[in-house]
Each structure stands twice: as C-alpha cells, then as structure tokens.
C-alpha cells in the first residue's frame, strides 16, 4: 500500500487533468454537434487555455485532435440522421424539427450560398456563429451523399477547432494564470457566438422603426 501511495503521489498532476479533461472534451463537443445548445467554441477554448499553460506542446495539439474528432463525429450522426428522416416517418418528424430551428431567410441563405459554393459552403457555416445547423439543413434539402458531406466537412470542422484553439492560445498567453485566461476565451467566445444574433435584432429593430 506505501508503494502504491508513493506512486500515485509521482503522477504530475497534468496528468490526471488530461485522463479526465480529454474524454470530457470529446463528449461536449460531440454532444454540442448533435444537440446545439452546448457552447462548444467555449469549450475548446478553455481546453486550449489549459493546455497551454502544460510544460509540453503535446497537449495542444491533442485538444486540437480530440475537438476536430469530436466535432465531425457528431456532425456525421446529425447528418446521417437527417438522411434517414427523409426515408422514414419518425425521421421525417425529427427533420422537419430541425427545420423549424431555422428562420425561411437564413435557409434559403443558405441553399442559395450551396448552389454557389458547393461543399466548400460548409467550412464558412462552421467558422459562422449559428451557421452550421442552415447549412447542414441545405445539404438534407438537396439530397446532398452522405460521402460528399464527408468530404466538405472534414476540412470543416479542422478549421473549426484551429480557430478555437487559437483564441484559447491567444488568451493563455495574456495572462499569468490558466483561470483568467479561460475566462477571456469564455468570454470571448461568447460575444462572438452571440453578436450575428444581436446584429439581426438592431437590423429588425430598423427595419419596424
């Protein structure tokens, strides 16, 4: 039991942070990708921020690696789901739920900016605050292959989690301590996420003015 104890107390502490941080990271993102209400921006930010303040580069680009996979697993069920409910009434009900998460000018944005861009639509509705679920709503609408959704949004969702992951680099590096340096990427992430909707508020404020 001494030797036991002894070896437990040798583990550095970052270590036991990354057995626990890391799957904690994947579950919110994923669940974030499949259910949008998770600030998952936050999220990666905070790891990033924590991961940063780590003796070795390595986890860096571990919260990089857990975020992109976390994040374009979940966007492959979300999707895939869809799918099926275009086959299937349960499915069918479940769509047209997604469906009205999302204002007609914003999807029709949307299938307007697909027809244009292609798949390459679905890197900028990643990087966009609440403009991936339009996007994603699109491709069900046009029938789009689960492969070719594959291929646009792997490249999506890497750019998503180096932009995140950056603002959290950004923000440990401002300050001393890892605590003040997740509240500036919270913070951060937030207004961000927060001011497409603000700007539509003043912009329907003006237009009823």
Known sequence: MTELGAALRSVPPESTQQVVGYPSLFLLVMLGSLVPVVPTGAVVS??????????????????????SLAAFLGDVVLYALGRRGSHSRTGARWLTRLRARVAPERLAQAQRKLREHGVLILVVSRLVPAGRIPVMLACLLAAMPLRRFVRGDLPACLAWAATYGLIGLLSGSLFPEPWQGVAAAVGLTLVIGGAPGLRRRVRRRGEEG
């Open 46 to 67: 905070s790891a990033a921020v924590v991961a940063f303040h780590q003796t070795s580069p390595l986890p860096l680009l571990i919260v990089f690696a857990v975020a």
